[in-house]
């Protein structure tokens, strides 16, 4: 049976915490479908999402009408701030800690699952600029300041923007094996030398 990755979209989710993974999870699992899993989007109604710096994405799916996920991609974007009082986002969250074996987050949308409870205890980083934020969202977290992305187990966080494809790499070595990420990282010509 197909394993599935759901990422979630949301008014104001950052584009690269969004499309970052999705390049990474898209290509290996269109490239790779003996590996056995697929992707795709969903928020809250489906249909057009606005992105926090203005692009347009389409949602395959709605809460409603979304398949099962064995994996969330939780990303982040300043569209994660009214999410941290809106309970019925909130206790949406908490329920997906009972149907989803696997839990990602991209930059601050570990904020959204620290309000939801769902950190407590755990070691878990965001983007370094809300480090502070997470920290007083749930004091019992183990904020690690300096990873890239922290794996906890079923639940798996990462720092700003960028490292959201170092975590959606992580996550391919996790379900597919370390020569298989190595290989999309390659395909997908993932070799970061920043100019500055």
Known sequence: MTQTIGLLLFPGVEELDAVGP?????????????????VFTFSPYGGPVKCAKGLTIEAEYSFETAPRRDVLI????????????????????RAQRETTPLITSVCTGSLVLAAAGL???????THWKSLDRLAELDPTIDVRTEERFVDDGDIITSAGVSAGIDMALHL?????????????????????????
Request: glycine letters at 8%; proline letters at 9%; hydrophobic letters at 40%.
């Open 172 to 196: 391919v070595r996790r379900l597919a094996g370390a020569d298989r990420a190595k290989e999309v990282r390659r395909l997908i010509q993932y070799d970061p030398m920043p100019p500055v």
């Open 74 to 93: 939780f990303p982040g974007g300043m569209g994660t701030r009214p999410m941290l009082t809106d309970e019925a986002m909130l206790a949406w969250t």
């Open 119 to 125: 950190l407590s205890g755990r070691s878990a980083t």
């Open 22 to 38: 999705w390049e990474v999870l898209a290509f290996w699992t269109r490239s790779y479908p003996d590996d056995g899993y697929t």
